[in-house]
């Protein structure tokens, strides 16, 4: 039951313009810097080779590229999830669904599922590139998978905050700003704590998704971090069915 | 309808084709309570407000197979308030729903399972074909996968949408829309179909076409239908329901609404009229209003009907019958008493009563 409504959210993403402009954008900026940063790396692969322990190509071209393409993605989530519930709200489709034999949960994390196919297909295509480089080399695996894994929990956890959003409003446009202005804040939460008191830094550098995400750039697959996102991502879900919820019993 | 009347009376025949068909009702109404289980829906004391707004105010009603209920009520009465609660969108403040043997909070699944809804705006994914959009409604009422594909065809062929099966629903006119909407809420085949205004927007044909349908559904489904157009309810519902600022006003058969119809005076239209107290002397005659020189109302009791008398006295002296006919009221002019002030005016009249009885007590 899940699955069809994943699918049926999938089928509608791509059957807007929205999801193709997105996927080739997204596509054609990482791209960019993608072949930007070879290049580079080509220029001063004869200087590294002297040195003994050099970073190898993974990490001076693929980290920066995953790096660059997580913020490219928090500028993206909110246009692709700004729509979800808050569409179905306007256009009165909503009463389907929630006449169906089909629990709030199932809607919920049906359509959270059905975005994340589309995350997926997103940062398969990005992957290609690196995949790329196989054919002319070897690439440390290892560093490549964390770092893959790393940013597929940071746009699962992207996700289920502009889900939410979006079932707070029935205006798209407001539930993508509010999105976008809680990922900003969340991306940019730790820079305040860095001279403040220890402790309060210390809590503000944990709510920031940045941090977490860096550990898996460095190839560091730390539980804690892991944890962090399923916490994120599940807090997210439960308060989007819980305030679907309250859609029925008040108005 | 004098004929009809005059037959009613007449004393040769023992048993008349009306007193046959009530016979007939109760005989049917009676297996209906032996069978408590063809109750579909009942509603039990619902209310729903709104913050201060009472929306719904303790409803109580039911629903039995092959029956189609009119739910009647001006704008913002809380016909539209009740169905959402009924099907689930909506939490009830208080009362109980239970739909085919299942309570609607405790088991909500099965009991929706059991329903089909079309809310006032069809609930559509515009950007869908009509196949894709009904087999995933197919999919989302857990119809089996063997069965999915059947079942889209049988909707599409009910809702007359076999030739658009391809289009875009984005594409479709109002009225196909609506369509669509139908066959989403019937194709799980449940056992009650609640439509909300289903006519809205259609042109008559197609109006005719869903009436047709309506009544094709009611053979083994309980139709709930919700509507403001009163001709509607006259031709498809077997029982009303008229609801008035949240509160149930009226709820009978369609047979009684139509006894109710027929009112208790007669026009009667005279060229050589006599003087209005020899009109008055009449047998059952309880009293005349002079419309023009030559027509009068004349009021009755409900038991006596004077019509065939007063054809025969007009006829034996002389008096220029032109027009002998009962006064109807028309389903509008009951909706209008019903949902207007005259009603809540009982009310108060009633409370009144009751005050004084206590005051007495």
Known sequence: ?251 | MAFFCASLFDPRCSLTEAQAHVLFDNAVSKMLDNQENKKLLSVKHLSRTYGSLCAVNNISFHLNKGEVLGFLGPNGAGKSSAMQVITGNLAPSAGQINICGFDLLDSAKQAKANIGYLPEQPPLYRELKVDEYLSFCAQLNRIEKSKQNAAVQRAKERCGLTEVGQRLINNLSKGYQQRVGIAQAIIHNPAIVILDEPTVGLDPIQIREIRALIRELAEDHGVILSTHILPEVQMTCDRVQIINRGQLVYSDDINHLHQRMRSNSIILGLNNAPTETELKSLKHIDDVEVLTSTRFRLSHSTENNPAENIAQIAANNNWGLFELRPEQKTLEQIFVELTSGEVIADETELTEDEQDKGAAA
Do not use: C
């Open chain 1, 1 to 251: 039951m899940i699955f069809t409504l994943a699918r049926r959210e999938l089928r509608s993403l791509f059957l807007s313009p929205l999801a193709w402009a997105i996927l080739a954008i997204v596509q054609f900026i990482t791209a960019y810097l993608f072949l930007s940063q070879l290049q580079e790396f080509l220029l001063i692969q004869s200087k590294l080779a002297a040195i003994e322990n050099a970073p190898g190509v993974t990490e001076l071209v693929i980290v920066p590229l995953y790096g660059s393409a997580a913020f490219i993605m928090m500028l993206v989530t909110p246009l692709l999830t700004m729509r979800l519930i808050s569409e179905e709200r306007r256009n009165k489709s909503l009463a389907l669904l929630l006449s169906a034999p089909i629990s709030m949960t199932e809607i919920i994390i049906g359509k959270y599922l059905g975005m994340l196919g589309f995350a997926a297909i997103m940062i398969f295509m990005m992957t290609l590139m690196p995949l790329s480089l196989y054919f002319a080399g070897s690439l440390d695996s290892g560093l490549l998978f964390t770092i893959v894994l790393g940013i597929s929990l940071l746009l699962a956890a992207f996700i289920s905050i502009g889900l939410y959003m979006s079932s707070l409003t029935a205006q798209p446009t407001i539930a993508a700003m509010s999105t976008f202005g809680i990922l900003l804040m969340l991306w940019i939460i730790d820079w305040a704590g860095n001279k403040a008191d220890a402790a309060a830094s210390g809590l503000l550098e944990y709510i920031s998704m940045l941090r977490h995400f860096e550990a898996f750039t460095k190839g560091i697959f730390s539980s804690s971090d892991f944890v962090y996102y399923i916490l994120f991502i599940s807090l997210f879900l439960i308060l989007s069915i819980r305030r679907l919820d309250s859609d029925r019993l008040q108005r």
